[in-house]
């Protein structure tokens, strides 16, 4: 099994009880922090591109609904998204926190969290910005190949796997996503700066963003990541 890459005697026994929301654009390394992030402290990973993924591939009807639209590479309507998010932070695995990742994506969304949160007995949610010059993101997404067991990430020309096509941790095949080809690219970015950007300010206005430099090494930003996390607990 791969290890976090954070030494051990940093590891944080203390539980990391509430929501952390890791936002950027696709590409941006949020799937590949948010992964370690809950290793580290042992909570759930909330990816809701991961859980629309399992429901295109269960063909439940959700599924159904949201897989011609991902396809386009625009954004599931908010009265899906929600009610599949309100549904999995109840569940008793999320007790002691969370880490987001690719929610929320429209100020609606955000709002909604914002009440649910309150409702479960969570304090604010921390929110993390993944900043990166939009240059760098194509490589890394037409790049991108996922352990089709396990998720593991990726990227053919940056984190290539040890053995051809295989993941490191599971023997599971690596598979590129439907919205990663170059031609959906374009819609997804632009979908992100109409819908999605808008939360930076919102986030900036209620004093809760913190900024990391996403164009770094994965080892460097996780770091980041768990210096922000760390020193607003
Ligand atoms: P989702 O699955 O959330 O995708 P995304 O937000 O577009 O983000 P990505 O998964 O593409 O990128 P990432 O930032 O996680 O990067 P990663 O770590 O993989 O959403 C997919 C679709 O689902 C949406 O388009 C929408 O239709 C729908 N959806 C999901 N949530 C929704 C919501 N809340 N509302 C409505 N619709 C929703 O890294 C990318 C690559 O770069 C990898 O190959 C990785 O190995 C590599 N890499 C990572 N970090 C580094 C680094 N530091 N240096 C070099 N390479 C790196």
Do not use: W
């Given at each position: ?30 799937g ?12 759930p990973h909330l990816s809701t591109g991961d859980m629309l993924r399992e429901n295109i591939a269960q063909g439940t009807p959700l599924g159904i609904q949201a897989a011609p639209i991902m396809k386009r590479?625009e954004l599931v309507p908010d009265s899906l998204v929600l009610k599949m998010v309100a549904h999995r932070i109840?569940q ?8 987001f990742d690719g929610f929320?994506r429209?100020?609606?969304q ?36 996922m352990?089709k067991?396990?998720g ?23 598979i590129?996503r439907p919205d ?54």
């Open positions: 099994m791969k290890t976090s890459g954070i030494a051990a005697d940093q590891r944080c026994p203390k539980p990391l009880d509430r929501a952390v929301i890791f936002l950027g654009p696709p590409g941006a390394g949020k590949t922090q948010a992964k370690e992030l809950a290793r580290f402290f042992r909570v590479g109840e008793p695995d999320c007790m002691h926190g969370f880490v929320p429209t100020v609606a955000a709002q909604y969290l914002m009440i649910l949160l309150r409702q479960n007995g969570y304090k604010p949610a921390l929110v993390v910005h993944f900043v990166i010059d939009p240059a760098l993101l194509l490589r890394r997404i037409t790049g991108r190949r352990c067991v396990g593991e990430i990726y990227n053919i020309y940056e984190r290539p796997p040890q053995c051809d096509l295989r993941c490191d941790h599971d023997g599971g095949e690596l590129q990663d080809r170059e031609e959906v690219v374009g819609p997804r970015l632009l979908a992100y700066q109409r819908q999605t950007e808008p939360l930076v300010a919102y986030y900036r206005r209620l004093g809760r963003l913190h900024e990391v430099n996403a164009a770094k090494s994965v080892d460097q930003v996780k770091q980041e990541v768990l210096d922000i996390v760390r020193g607003s607990r």
